[in-house]
T-cell receptor
Framework: GAVVSQHPSWVICKSGTSVKIECRSL??????MFWYRQFPKQSLMLMAT?????????EQGVEKDKFLINHASLTLSTLTVTSAHPEDSSFYIC????????????FGPGTRLTVL | GENVEQHPSTLSVQEGDSAVIKCTYS??????FPWYKQELGKRPQLIIDIRSNVGEKKDQRIAVTLNKTAKHFSLHITETQPEDSAVYFCAASRGGNEKLTFGTGTRLTIIP
């Protein structure tokens, strides 16, 4: 299957700082990327959908000014958590899909964010 | 929007027995139903999926059935092994590049 990477795999930051997470499709062009958040012992909750070259579509209840998503190329999307607080501590997972990959969603390995 | 319910939330079965996990969905336009296995701290792994033009699909010890009329689909694992222990999620989408809506998950424990 197609390969999706995420960086960093984990990050610890102080409250009030911003954190950027990268999601890359390594061997296919991802026309669409999705960002999920998963709290401990809970399901994956979609935060936003981003299509290359256009603004992300955020799910209800997700603050677009707090979670900035950029999908500037067909292989890279970034999620920036601005002014992070302890309640933002979570497992952030991206997925990517594209025509060449059969439109199946391929998941990145996730980023564990801990805000102190 | 789509709502996916999943049962049970936890399931313990004796090694070698079968496990069944059930999901229901609400959006009649959904036509793609994948199942994922997730181990602690890892990404979800696609184990099997089914599209709405078929009623059943099997891959070795894993099978999925779909009842589009009743809007429910199930995962069946036969001859369970300890390595099957994990959290399993069902999901539904309208296919293509559409978003996935996940069920709440089932923690499956295989008792040796």
């Amino acid at each position: 299957g197609a390969v999706v990477s995420q960086h960093p795999s984990w990050v610890i930051c102080k409250s009030g700082t911003s954190v950027k997470i990268e999601c890359r499709s390594l061997d296919f062009q991802a026309t669409t990327m999705f960002w999920y958040r998963q709290f401990p012992k809970q399901s994956l909750m979609l935060m936003a959908t981003s299509n290359e070259g256009s603004k992300a579509t955020y799910e209800q209840g997700v603050e677009k000014d707090k979670f900035l998503i950029n999908h500037a190329s067909l292989t890279l999307s970034t999620l920036t958590v601005t002014s992070a607080h302890p309640e933002d501590s979570s497992f952030y997972i991206c997925s990517a899909s594209g025509l060449a990959a059969g439109n199946e969603q391929f998941f990145g390995p996730g980023t564990r964010l801990t805000v102190l | 929007g789509e709502n996916v319910e999943q049962h049970p939330s936890t399931l313990s079965v004796q090694e070698g027995d079968s496990a069944v996990i059930k999901c229901t969905y609400s959006d009649s336009a959904s036509n793609y139903f994948p199942w994922y296995k997730q181990e602690l701290g890892k990404r979800p792994q696609l184990i099997i999926d089914i599209r709405s033009n078929v009623g059943e699909k099997k891959d070795q010890r894993i099978a999925v059935t779909l009842n589009k009329t009743a809007k429910h689909f199930s995962l069946h694992i036969t001859e369970t092994q300890p390595e099957d222990s994990a959290v399993y999620f069902c999901a539904a989408s309208r296919g293509g590049n559409e978003k996935l809506t996940f069920g709440t998950g089932t923690r499956l424990t295989i008792i040796p």
